[in-house]
């Protein structure tokens, strides 16, 4: 049995990533997948400017797993907005994936983000008139994929959330965990790099949260992600290759987490 067109693409991908991966392995350590210097951001306020990073600094490895954790107002959906080119930093250098995002023109960064960057939030943004199966091909129909051809890709991505007997039902008719799923799908549709996601569990009850989150380890480890994790779930941030907390405009390591992705 062949695979379209798509389907091989898709493998190709994964493929040369992996050969990649081995090549590296020979070789010395490459650079951080993500590598941020002196970062600033600032905002002009009535009070005067509010200034939310002052020279933050951030390395990400290939393969991480990372937690961001503070308090609420401290800057991380910011950062992440800013690591996935949706917002421009004030000051500093933000390199993804080779990259110089904060370069980038309004339309070279939403290439860049359907090529590189999978986003999910705490909330799924799912669009209530279609299906979960359309939902998650947004991404591809997007980059003008036919849509026979993104329809397959997403029916795939769907069975991997466990979710193949949902692809025809619409956002409302699915749970608020079913939900999650499709926009996990959705926003790794593309073969991304790099997942960054706030607060995926936050609108979740605890067992449902828990569930989500072996679902988005899984992902991370069978797909060779680099993945960022805005969270105020101190037991899910445990279990990330490391947990860095931001305040007052700077990223510190809070402790190793206790169950390193691997």
Known sequence: MTHSPPAAAHQATRAARESESRTLETHEKPDPLINVQ???????????????????????????????????????????????????????????????????????????????????????????????????????????????DALEIAGNWLKEVDLDDRRTHRPGELSGGEQQRVALARALVTSPRLFLADEPTGDLDGTTAGRVFELIERLHLSHGLTSILVTHNMELAQRCTRILRLANGRLTALTDALQPAT
């Open 38 to 148: 002196a970062l600033g951001k600032s905002y002009r306020t009535a009070r005067g400017e509010l200034v939310l990073f002052d020279d933050l600094n951030l390395a990400v490895e290939t393969g991480e797993m990372v937690a961001i954790v503070g308090q609420s107002g401290a800057g991380k959906s910011t950062l992440l907005h800013i690591l996935g080119a949706l917002d421009t930093p004030s000051a500093g250098t933000v390199y993804c994936a080779s990259t110089n995002v904060a370069s980038l023109s309004p339309r070279q960064a939403a290439a860049f983000r359907n090529r590189e960057i999978g986003y999910a939030w705490q909330f799924h943004y799912l669009l209530p008139e279609f299906t979960a199966e359309e939902n998650v091909a947004m991404p591809l129909l997007a980059r003008g994929m036919r849509q026979s």
